[in-house]
Nanobody, 123 residues
Framework: QVQLVESGGGLVQAGGSLRLSCAASGGTFSSYAMGWFRQAPGKEREFVAAISWSGGYTYSSDSVKGRFTMSRDNAKNTVYLQMNSLKPEDTAVYYC????????????????WGQGTQVTVSS
């Protein structure tokens, strides 16, 4: 099975930036598409971004497009979510995920999930 461990969350002022990291183990990292979801208190889980196994294709939700950038470093078995121009509505627990098929991530059904990391954006 694949294990995913997120890091990099924290408290930031509106307009600031954070970079989340997700380290993967237990599988062939380069064979997996990777993604990020988030869930705010009292809200439905929301797709954020996904990246293909090679990094050649990325997809971002409309709510974060132009502000968040996903990337991966297969040599380090790690994916990143660079978050700029953060807004209070970005406050959520952010979950890293993985799947053999990027379409499963984009459709909201990734096979593997990390434990999540809290991002809090103050006004």
């Amino acid at each position: 099975q694949v294990q995913l461990v997120e890091s990099g969350g924290g408290l930031v002022q509106a307009g600031g930036s954070l970079r989340l990291s997700c380290a993967a183990s237990g599988g062939t990292f380069s064979s997996y598409a990777m993604g990020w979801f988030r869930q705010a208190p009292g809200k439905e889980r929301e797709f954020v971004a996904a990246i293909s196994w090679s990094g050649g294709y990325t997809y971002s939700s409309d709510s974060v497009k132009g502000r968040f950038t996903m990337s991966r470093d297969n040599a380090k078995n790690t994916v990143y979510l660079q978050m700029n121009s953060l807004k209070p509505e970005d406050t959520a627990v952010y979950y890293c995920n993985a799947d053999r098929l990027i379409s499963d991530i984009r459709s909201g059904r990734p096979d593997y999930w990390g434990q999540g990391t809290q991002v809090t954006v103050s006004s």
